[in-house]
């Protein structure tokens, strides 16, 4: 069966700090993988998603980036960390367009 | 824009009693349409999924209504239990999106 981990569980970083969060699937191959953020008690905004090694399509202009280093790896990144980057972070994967979408626990990120 | 609009916001109900949580899209190349449960902490989890081929379709006691010509669709908890406090997500992609649009999702509380 397919399994999608994400890492850390929670993270404090301070201001003006990098980021890195790491997001693997096991179990698939060739997956499509998302990055999300949901703000509390808000929906889900979708940050970076990927169809392949390298390929990475962006829907929010922000001081995030995303990388796919290796088929199940999705990796989300920072140079510099804002306060409005605070928030609960999504990987999720699928098997492709218009499938169902399955996520990871998620990482809860504050900025201090 | 808001591509799948949901409401209420949250909801209150006593154990036993029938929530329903109603969504509405615009975008009629939409075919396919999931719910997620998401407990505090955890990342969303499918909980069922319908595609406009059919109107209703039910999987324990979680059925989805879908009204393709009101472009709307609903999902209703039979003999609701407090386990089934979670806040819930609608969702819609078409086969030629990468992705899927989420309503703002509704928070659900059961009182024993």
């Known amino acids: 069966s397919q399994t999608i981990h994400q890492w850390p569980a929670t993270l404090v970083q301070p201001v003006g700090s990098p980021l890195s969060l790491e997001c693997t699937v096991e179990?698939?191959?060739?997956?499509?993988l998302y990055w999300y953020r949901q703000a509390a008690g808000r929906g889900l905004q979708l940050l970076f998603y990927s169809v392949g090694i390298g390929q990475i399509s962006s829907e929010v202009p922000q001081n995030l980036s995303a990388s796919r280093p290796q088929d199940r790896q999705f990796i989300l990144s920072s140079k510099k960390l804002l306060l409005s980057d605070s928030g609960f972070y999504l990987c999720?994967?699928?098997?492709?367009?218009?499938?169902?979408?399955?996520f990871g626990d998620g990482t809860r990120l504050s900025i201090l | 824009q808001q591509q799948v609009k949901q409401s209420p916001q949250s909801l209150i109900v006593q154990k036993g009693g029938i929530p329903i949580i109603n969504c509405a899209y615009e975008?009629?190349?939409?075919?396919?349409f999931p719910w997620y449960q998401q407990f505090p902490g955890k990342g969303p989890a499918l909980l069922i999924a319908i595609r406009p081929d059919v109107s209703e379709k039910k999987e324990g006691r979680f059925t989805i209504s879908f009204n393709k010509s009101a472009k709307q669709f609903s999902l209703h908890i039979m003999d609701s239990q407090p386990g089934d406090s979670a806040t819930y997500f609608c969702a819609a992609s078409g086969t030629g999106a990468n992705n899927l649009f989420f309503g703002t999702g509704t928070r659900l509380t059961v009182i024993p």
């Open positions: 179990g698939t191959s060739n997956p499509n």
């Open positions: 999720a994967w699928t098997r492709g367009i218009g499938q169902p979408q399955h």
């Open positions: 975008n009629t190349a939409f075919d396919y």
